[in-house]
């Protein structure tokens, strides 16, 4: 496909280009900085705007934002100008933020101006376009307390009463609006009224608890003294006579309609409705774009260095990746082309629109290609993996040291108690206590796994986090009953625990190192079929007259597991099987390691007296039991290629599992979409760790990434993912709401990220102040304590009204909407003033249902109306109620 862009279309024509002359401001900018700096652009003059202002922003103009930090860091509007050596790599971003109502000429000067800087700095920065209300995570991430945007319309206005629209849940956004008019308010926001005397605070019925909190923090702050009122949503005529009285005379009451925000806020879902398309930019007289023809995008498609590749995430951002060979009239062209595909798509004109240029890739860019492995290098928190053998890490070590945990998922040695159930259908089996461990993929199993600790020392416990880990394994061929019979048990015996705990669910293809190591990397895997084979009495006795080969993964105990292959094909000279037929035989390729030697070592001897065999020097012996116990002869790969000709169906139920991320390496060669990923992860690199903020909206499920993220931005009202590759975790807040779905929050991310999350990665769930030592260590600096003074919504407004008497507070001080549990009911409908919802039928918004109106009345009108609440009305006779709505109009 061919998509051709005439150049009028574009921003900045790229024939405009040539000879730029750099800014005396950028000058001050040192090159070679860890820095952060923002500049403002109203009409024709560029201002660097002075640092107690950073944060706010006034509408009505265009402001370049420039981020400089080390590999990996990242930047806040507090990062200190630290000069760094010139062999230093540094991370640099340009944004350019376009108020709403920006002027043309500005939208003009601040496109020229960005390109001025890029010269200056060497054409190796990003460039992010922003537009307000639709700023980027990265955006987001430098201001860590929210901002402020002004009105330019109210710049040189004399004193007034203003209004404020205030909202967002991880980033406070102040708005402040030109006019003060109900049309602003919206059950999603917090709207301040800022009067001569008085502040109203008008609180949102749909907004949540953690805006709630950051709206009463930014009121305080901006306050000045001056006493402040909490009005809420529907209940505007709770206010006192003097209040009442004051607010009439800006937002007249018989006027208010409120309606709820259909909230536009980007979830993983709108991402996989389609995958990105990628085009080659051509110039040929004007801008050509030839589509590539890719299924899953790879980093390999973006191969010519000369190049330039627009990448269109469908809507949700545009990205251009420039060659680092392209000429430099590409790379600064490469904006405005961009800008003039959007227009040509006919995309909203807030679509992000992003440069990137090849060696300098943010990490947003590479992780929309699955196997941008060198994104994988170092991830963003700084833990390099730990190559060192477990030998060498014992329990202590990994007690007192959070870090070193996460970095290889190790809560402890693995030498605690285990107590392991077996879930097949219906049933739950207690299985005796043995150093062998065989599971079979029929099944589900349980395992409570008491932590070791091997240290009294209080720091150190603390430091522990947890005294026990629920683990759920489900094989790849477990029943849907038997799946759900195992959560029912899982996460029952995980909320039943009376001492801190975590809950991991995992599946066959995805165990975490730490679940591998409590099994000392012996855990036997055994196809279905032979379910009850392994089940009573001794496994060398049960196994003697069977004949199976086992592939032996991993080289160390936290990654070792064996696994059944069936049916059999050929064997690879890259690792080592342990085949059962009237005698053990541990045979090991050429190419395989001496650690991994070990390993299958210790496997053959779970199963009896074996013998180790080394590929090329088989004994006579070997082959004729091979071939005696096996229907077809056993063909060795010798070039040591495993995925080309090994067994092709370890396991039916697999490609229902997995999704097809690839990885190089020693993989299974018994499944083409490699589901044994991170059978080693220790030992290979992961992808930068990220921190979502997560909420329910109705019922989807709603994602905010926190780049640059810390301890501090764990809020106890609310829920989070993070996922670090090896294990997605959900950390459930002590406040937080819904928690009983953490596994549905679990499933629905995996499912639904858009870079190559496998639907069989492993979840774990944690909760506040019992986080274990792998989650704390992704953290730079973890506190035990934070977060105990939490400040609830309720707390904040009673302090305040008894400060400040409210005579909108009910009660014990909290929002009446939440004094009772079914008035969400209620409150759930769009509200309406009593006249739209008296009209005629064909007049009615079309949400409303005619025989229903009554429910978009807010509390207030309703009771104003029928002289009870709605709860009253409700328990009348359905004949009564009818008769009182058709009294006043409303049926």
Not at 756 to 776: D, H, I, W, Y
Request: glycine fraction near 6%; charged fraction near 20%; charge should be neutral.
């Amino acid at each position: 496909m061919e998509l051709s862009l005439s150049p009028k279309e574009t921003e900045v024509r790229p024939n405009t280009i040539p000879d730029l002359k750099v800014d005396a401001t950028f000058r001050k900018v040192a090159k070679n900085a860890i820095t952060f700096a923002i500049w403002k652009i109203d009409e024709d003059r560029l201002e660097a705007v002075p640092r107690p202002q950073f944060g706010t922003f006034y509408d009505s103009c265009a402001y370049i934002v420039y981020a400089a930090s080390l590999s990996g860091h990242y930047a806040t509007h507090e990062t200190i100008t630290r000069e760094q050596k010139p062999n230093v790599v540094l991370e640099r971003y340009i944004h350019y933020w376009l108020g709403r109502n920006v002027s043309e000429q500005n939208r003009s000067n601040v496109v020229h101006k960005i390109q001025e800087l890029d010269l200056y700095l060497g054409n190796v920065a990003a460039i992010y376009r922003e537009t307000q209300g639709h700023e980027s995570a990265r955006f987001l991430s430098y201001f860590k307390s929210g901002y402020d945007i002004l009105s330019g319309a109210l710049t040189n206005s004399p004193p007034r009463p203003r209004l404020f629209q205030l909202h967002s849940r991880k980033w406070l956004r102040s708005i402040e609006l030109a006019t003060i008019e109900w049309s602003h308010f919206n059950s999603d926001y917090i709207m301040v009224l800022h009067t001569e005397g008085l502040i109203f605070v008008w609180i949102g019925r749909s907004s949540s608890g953690i805006e709630r909190r950051s709206a009463l923090a930014w009121v305080q702050k901006h306050a000045q003294g001056s006493p402040i009122t909490i009005v809420d949503d529907g209940y505007e005529q709770a206010m006192s006579a003097e209040h009442k009285e004051l607010w009439n005379s800006l937002l007249p009451l018989n006027k208010r309609m409120v309606c709820q925000a259909s909230q536009v806020v980007s979830d993983f879902a709108d991402y996989n409705m389609n995958k990105f398309r990628i085009y080659k930019c051509n110039q040929r007289g004007r801008l050509h774009l030839d589509q590539l023809d890719v299924g899953m995008p790879a980093k390999d498609d973006l191969s010519d260095a000369h190049g330039v590749y627009l990448l269109d995430n469908y809507g949700q951002s545009i990205w251009l990746w420039v060659g680092a060979q392209a000429p430099q009239a590409d790379a600064l062209s490469a904006m405005g082309n961009g800008r003039a595909f959007v227009k040509k798509k006919k995309y909203p004109d807030n679509t992000l629109v992003v440069r990137v240029l090849e060696g300098h890739e943010p990490v947003e860019f590479k992780r929309l290609f699955a196997n941008w492995l060198s994104v994988w290098q170092e991830n963003s928190r700084g833990h390099k993996p730990v190559s060192t053998k477990f030998g060498k890490l014992d329990a202590h070590s990994l007690c007192e040291r959070p870090k070193m945990a996460a970095d290889t998922q190790l809560v402890d040695d693995g030498r605690g108690e285990r107590v392991i159930y077996r879930i097949l259908g219906d049933q739950v089996q207690e299985l005796p206590v043995s150093k062998t461990v065989v599971f079979t993929t029929n099944a589900s199993y349980v395992v409570k796994y008491s932590v070791q600790c091997a240290t009294v020392i209080p720091a150190d416990l603390a430091s522990v986090g947890i005294k026990t880990v629920i683990y759920q394994w489900n094989g790849s061929e477990a029943s849907a009953e038997s799946i759900a019979r195992a959560d029912k048990f899982a996460t029952s015996s995980f909320e039943a625990l009376k001492e801190p705990g975590m809950f991991v669910q995992l599946y066959e293809f995805d165990e975490p190192p730490h679940f591998l190591q409590i099994f000392e990397g012996k855990l036997i895997i055994m196809r279905g079929q032979r379910s009850e084979m392994f089940y009573g009495g001794d496994l060398k006795t049960n196994a003697m007259l069977e004949t199976f080969l086992l592939k032996v993964y991993g080289d160390a105990s936290y990654n070792s597991k064996a696994v059944e292959e069936t049916p059999l094909s050929s064997i690879s000279s890259k690792d080592c099987y342990v085949i059962k037929t009237s005698h053990v035989w541990v045979w090991c390729g050429q190419s395989s390691t001496g650690d991994a030697r070990e390993m299958a070592k210790s496997v053959g001897a779970l199963l009896g007296e074996s013998s180790l065999v080394l590929e090329g020097k088989e004994s006579k012996e070997f082959w004729q039991s091979v071939v005696m116990y096996f229907n077809q002869t056993l063909v060795i790969n010798g070039n040591g290629n495993s995925c080309s000709s090994s067994t092709t169906s370890s396991s039916s139920g697999a490609g229902s599992m997995c999704n097809g991320s690839s990885n190089g390496g020693n993989v299974s060669p018994t499944l083409s979409n490699n589901c044994y990923l991170n059978t080693s992860v220790p030992s290979k690199p992961r992808p930068p760790v990220q921190l979502f903020l997560v909420w329910w909206q109705q019922t989807t499920l709603r994602y905010e990434e926190i780049l640059g993220f810390e301890q501090q931005d764990l809020s106890a009202d609310c829920t989070y993912i993070l996922d670090t590759g090896t294990l997605t975790y959900v950390w459930l807040g002590s406040q937080a709401v819904n928690q009983e779905r953490y596994t549905t929050i679990a499933q629905n991310y995996v499912q639904n990220a858009p870079f190559g999350r496998r639907s069989a990665t492993a979840l774990a769930v944690v909760r506040q102040f019992q986080e274990p030592n792998v989650f704390k260590g992704f953290f730079e600096s973890w506190q035990n304590d934070y977060g105990k003074n939490f400040l609830s919504y309720e707390q904040m407004r009673k302090d305040l009204g008894n400060s400040v008497p409210s005579t909108c507070s009910l009660g014990n001080g909290g929002s009446p909407l939440l004094l009772n549990n079914r008035q969400t009911d209620f409150d759930a409908h769009k509200k309406y003033p009593l006249a739209v919802l008296i009209q005629e039928m064909d007049m009615l918004p079309p949400e409303i249902n005619p025989l229903k109106r009554e429910v978009h009345l807010t509390h207030d009108d309703f009771v104003s109306v029928f002289k009870m609440s709605f709860y009253e009305f409700d328990e009348l006779p359905k004949w009564k109620k009818t008769e009182l709505k058709k009294q006043f109009k409303l049926f």
